[in-house]
């Protein structure tokens, strides 16, 4: 079984509607990150949480929110979806350093979302 | 915040050739890790390499931190080497890692 995993793998949805990504890990990493990559383009920090009481948003946090349910879950809200939000989403964790991370980060499978 | 960038952009090879990979960053690093992203889609952990040399089959990285730089070399390419290459970094005491804009790597048969 994959260590990261992510749900839904592709999502059609419409502008204007509310849509949740969820993110599962059974790596017993407390650090997880949700990414977005456009077409060609890197991958950029929306959220990142260090503990289940920890969240802090990343370069691109606008019209996101994030819930860490457990220390293996974190999930991604779009509140209200809109056309330029359609990308690939990645979820990712890595272990605690003490200054930092210091260790590789793992990436989920991504979600592909459309947003009409 | 930091810049990474990767070069070249794009990349062609015929199969069974080498090639380098670079990424420049601006400022001091912890942690310096390079991936594969596949044509599916999926992000394949390479090297993690903040200083020094290290190989992995066809594969090595070498970070020189004092001149904020890192080099990936692919030896004997195949097919299944095409795809991105993402060069990512983070800084010390900063949480968050900081991706180039890639190296678009296509192996002709």
């Known amino acids: 079984d994959a260590d990261v995993t992510q749900t839904p793998r592709n999502r059609i949805t419409k502008t204007g509607k509310r849509i949740m990504l969820e993110c599962s890990q059974t790596?017993?990493?407390?650090?997880m990150y949700w990414y977005r990559q456009d077409p060609g383009l890197g991958l950029q920090l929306i959220y990142y949480?260090?503990?289940?009481?920890?969240?802090n948003k990343g370069e691109i946090s606008d019209g996101y929110s994030v819930s860490r349910q457990a220390q293996a879950k974190f999930s991604l809200s779009l509140e209200s979806a809109i056309p330029n939000q359609t990308a690939l989403y990645f979820c990712?964790?890595?272990?605690?350093?003490?200054?930092?991370?210091?260790?590789?980060?793992?990436f989920g499978p991504g979600t592909r979302l459309t947003v009409l | 915040g930091i810049q990474v960038e990767q070069s070249p952009p794009d990349l062609i090879l015929q199969e069974g050739a080498n090639s380098t990979l670079r990424c420049n960053f601006s400022?001091?690093?912890?942690?310096l890790q390079w991936f594969h992203q596949n044509p599916w889609g999926q992000l394949i952990n390479l090297f993690y390499?903040?200083?020094g040399t290290k190989q992995n089959g066809r594969l090595s990285a070498t970070t020189v931190a004092t001149e904020r730089y890192s080099l990936l070399y692919i030896s004997s390419s195949q097919t299944t080497d095409s795809g991105v290459y993402f060069c990512?970094?983070?800084?010390?005491?900063?949480?968050?890692?900081?991706f180039g804009s890639g190296t678009k790597l296509n192996v002709k048969p």
């Open positions: 990712a964790t890595s272990e605690a350093g003490l200054a930092g991370p210091t260790d590789t980060q793992y």
């Open positions: 790596k017993g990493h407390d650090r």
């Open positions: 949480s260090f503990d289940v009481k920890d969240i």
């Open positions: 400022d001091s690093v912890n942690n």
């Open positions: 390499i903040p200083s």
């Open positions: 990512a970094v983070a800084l010390y005491n900063f949480n968050k890692f900081y």
